[in-house]
């Protein structure tokens, strides 16, 4: 079974992509996430976790829903990790929270996606960020490939600064970075609601037809970059930035 989170969509694509050619089912967390379920799965083939890299890690709530789930079936676990440029040690974590869920790890793979973290980076325009996925493919397909063999991922090589990135700068990004209070609407607000309903922690709420945010957030970017209108601004750090969505799956 592939089961996945995905913000704006890259490892939606990802997940869809491996679990077509699999021919495996597909299960999105994002209504257990957002409920604060914890889910109980059966599968006899091996789980494939997909999910984006935050701070060089995997998402808190995403590992938090893996800690609290209960999979039953194959003890096999892969881990592919969408990232806009590396995944520093990320590896280092899943393999801790493997061994506490008892899976068997089968390494973590990574596959660079369009950036979308939009409070600190640049987003790709369209023609580039199709570039970036279609390069992404080969990777992907390797993936899909060690997994029908049943073999582990390729080790993923990291270094002193990975360590550092996935550490000490993640936590300071959680601590400092990762809030809701800068997020706003603009007068382009429609009023449409999207927002609050692409939001994973139920973190926002429509106040006299105006989004406004709760204080728990995990920046996964869908509001502001699910936007229909571009309304939704994160103090001065995303003005005149693009907004990025994964373009949906198609298979090929």
């Known amino acids: 079974m592939v089961v996945y989170f995905s913000g704006t969509g890259n490892s939606r694509y990802c997940a869809e992509m491996i679990a077509d050619e699999l021919g495996d089912s597909l299960t999105d967390v994002f209504p257990h996430i957002r409920a604060r379920q914890?889910?109980?799965l059966q599968s006899d083939r091996p789980w494939v976790f997909v999910a984006p890299t935050y701070g060089w890690q995997l998402p808190h709530i995403f590992a938090e829903f893996v800690q609290r789930s209960n999979f039953s079936g194959s003890s096999k676990a892969y881990f592919v990790l969408t990232c806009g440029s590396e995944?520093?040690?990320?590896?280092?974590?899943?393999a801790k929270l493997c061994k506490e869920k008892s899976f068997?790890?089968?390494?973590?793979?990574q596959v660079v996606m369009p950036e979308n973290y939009i409070v600190l980076f640049r987003a790709p325009g369209q023609a580039q960020a199709q570039k970036i996925i279609e390069a992404a493919r080969p990777d992907i397909e390797s993936g899909i490939a060690c997994i029908r063999r049943?073999?582990?991922f390729p080790p993923h090589k990291t270094g002193v600064v990975?360590?550092?990135?996935?550490?000490?700068?993640?936590a300071m990004l959680y601590r400092f970075t990762i809030r809701a209070a800068p997020f706003y609407a603009t007068d382009a607000c429609i009023g449409c609601g999207k927002c609050a309903a692409d939001c994973v922690l139920h973190n926002i709420r429509l106040e006299?037809?105006?989004p406004a945010w709760g204080a728990d957030c995990t920046h996964c970017?869908?509001?502001i970059c699910g936007c229909p209108v571009h309304a939704i601004e994160y103090g001065k750090a995303t003005r005149k930035k693009v907004r990025y969505q994964c373009p949906p799956y198609q298979k090929k």
């Open 162 to 170: 990975d360590w550092l990135k996935s550490n000490p700068v993640n």
């Open 208 to 210: 006299n037809g105006r």
């Open 38 to 40: 914890a889910a109980e």
């Open 221 to 223: 970017m869908a509001c």
């Open 150 to 152: 049943g073999e582990s």
């Open 87 to 94: 995944i520093g040690c990320a590896g280092s974590g899943i």
């Open 104 to 109: 068997e790890y089968k390494g973590v793979l």
